[in-house]
């Protein structure tokens, strides 16, 4: 079994290897340095997956790995390089390391966020400390409306509210909704993707008609969705 200070060096290692071959574009290699599931999916995805013809540059990737984190088996490493920053996750499979973006649902907000913050509630200090693959739709509601790792979640919840505009947690159908609805203007602006699908999901409560029909407090909502679209506009 490997040492933690073995498993820091190789995660960094696969970081930065990972790195260039999205640098380089070369679809095989950026494959087999992820975890089998999503290696096969991407590969399925990718115009051309046999491409073999790196782009340039060819040179050692510019990668700062300023944090590793390690979970047992999966993991996380924070990386910075001149034009971005971000995170990437891991899972160790067959006996190494991988990148394994599902490795999330493995980690609770205290691991994936890390650092020092203010003391939260017992029930809010709980689910923080819960997997997020394994938080239900009542935890989802008290944590957005808690202002809690929203970077993480509103993602997975605008996901979901596509799918299922009304879903409930433990009031009526639509708290999620509700919740997400009340989520500030300068999250929403940090994250494009997640305010598309929630104008999306908007659209389909649009056509449901009168929400109370459906058991889902109709004024509310669209007390709501009215600030929610003037604050956020096209």
Known sequence: MSSLRDDDLLIRDLTKA???????????QIAALMCADEAESFLDNVNDPDRDDPDEPLE??????????VFGEVALARFTRPYAAGTLLFRREDGRWTVCADAED????????????????ARVR????TPIGDLDVAGLVTL????????????????????????SGDRLPGDLLAAALRVEREQWAKDPISLTRMRITIDTVRDMGD?????????EIWDLITRFVATNPD
């Open 18 to 28: 990972f790195a260039a071959a999205v640098d380089r574009g070369m679809p095989r």
């Open 60 to 69: 050692e990737p510019t990668v700062d790995v300023p944090e590793i984190r």
């Open 106 to 121: 493995d980690l609770s907000l205290d691991q994936l966020e890390g650092g020092e913050r203010p003391a939260p509630p």
């Open 126 to 129: 709980e689910l923080r400390r």
């Open 144 to 167: 957005v409306e808690q202002h809690q790792g929203l970077d993480i979640l509103l993602p997975r919840v605008t996901v979901r509210l596509q799918r299922e505009p009304l879903l």
């Open 211 to 219: 929400l109370d029909a459906h058991g889902a407090p109709h004024r």
